[in-house]
């Protein structure tokens, strides 16, 4: 958990410090959103499929003995 934390925030500031990358990102958001909506409904179904099976990837993962 600690890892994830510092990972956003470390990503985060490098957003806030250039304004390079903050567009491009945002750009990158807005091109993927924009094509989610070409593609609604299916898409919508399709990326709420991949949260889920991520989301049961990452709880498996975190149950593996060490």
Avoid at 27 to 34: D, I, Q, R, S
């Amino acid at each position: 958990m600690l890892r994830l934390l510092s990972a956003c925030g470390m990503g985060s500031m490098f957003l806030m410090i250039s304004p390079n990358l903050r567009t491009d990102v945002m750009g990158k958001f807005a091109n993927g959103v924009h094509t989610m909506d070409a593609n609604a409904p299916y898409s919508y179904i399709g990326g709420g499929v991949l949260v889920l099976v991520v989301f049961c990837i990452s709880l498996y993962r975190g149950a593996q003995a060490s």
